[in-house]
């Protein structure tokens, strides 16, 4: 089965910085798919960005990008110049590319901005 | 606004009792999917819908069942309620089904509270 560990429970940022979340995960598979998800204090779980396992080159979201290291099984999330709107938590989630579609996620990492 | 509604917002009872949640997909997708986030387990793939056909289950109690209806509306009953059934019940939508590549999107999820 698939697992996805973020080992960071909380991390912290002063505004307009720079911030890096981790999050790594354990698959046999080849086809799949990672996203990272931000959850704000309304609970919403709002979609980040989008990585295909395929796809050598990093996906990129405005101040979002992330930094896929296939061979590692870690896919980190770096937002620049943060906003104190980006304070959430974040979940990494693993979905396999076959098959069922259920999204595996992380425990979370608590983002708070320092203004 | 992600275009998935749940209701209710909130919903609070007694052990024992039942309660039905509802979701409306997104306008076009026929996949649904129902998770549970709690404090103990985190965010955790119930079951998944498509086209009113139940297609992959995750750790979905046995008091627990869901069903996706001809207008693709879902419903997640929870029976015989507990304490440890007190979370946050989200679904998602996507448009395709089995071995699809959509992201799934989420509604703003239904706070249980059990008494």
């Known amino acids: 089965a698939q697992t996805v560990t973020q080992s960071q429970p909380e991390m912290s940022v002063q505004e307009a910085e720079t911030v890096t979340l981790s999050c790594t995960y354990d698959?046999?598979?080849?086809?799949?798919?990672l996203f990272w998800y931000k959850q704000p204090p309304s609970r919403q779980m709002i979609l980040v960005i989008r990585?295909?396992?395929?796809?050598?080159q990093n996906a990129t979201e405005n101040r979002f990008s992330v930094n896929f290291q296939k061979a590692a099984k870690s896919f980190s999330l770096k937002i620049s110049d943060s906003q104190l709107g980006d304070a959430a938590m974040y979940f990494c989630?693993?979905?396999?590319?076959?098959?069922?579609?259920?999204?595996?996620f992380g425990q979370g990492t608590r983002l708070t901005i320092n203004p | 606004d992600s275009g998935v509604t749940q209701t209710p917002k909130h919903l609070i009872t007694a052990t024992g009792q039942r309660v039905t949640l509802r979701c409306s997909p997104r306008?076009?997708?026929?996949?649904v999917y129902w998770y549970q986030q709690s404090l103990d387990q985190g965010l955790q793939f119930l079951i998944q819908?498509?086209?009113?056909?139940?297609?992959a289950k995750g750790n979905i109690l046995e008091r627990f069942s869901a069903q996706q209806f001809p207008d693709l509306h879902s419903e997640l009953n929870l029976s015989s309620l507990e304490l440890g059934d007190s979370a946050l019940y989200f679904c998602?939508?996507?448009?395709?089904?089995?071995?699809?590549?959509?992201?799934?999107?989420f509604g703003p999820g239904t706070r249980l509270t059990v008494l």
């Open positions: 819908y498509y086209n009113g056909e139940e297609r």
């Open positions: 698959t046999s598979e080849s086809d799949y798919y």
């Open positions: 990585q295909e396992a395929y796809k050598q």
């Open positions: 306008s076009g997708d026929l996949s």
């Open positions: 989630a693993y979905r396999s590319g076959q098959g069922a579609q259920k999204l595996v």
């Open positions: 998602a939508s996507s448009p395709g089904g089995w071995g699809s590549t959509d992201t799934q999107y």
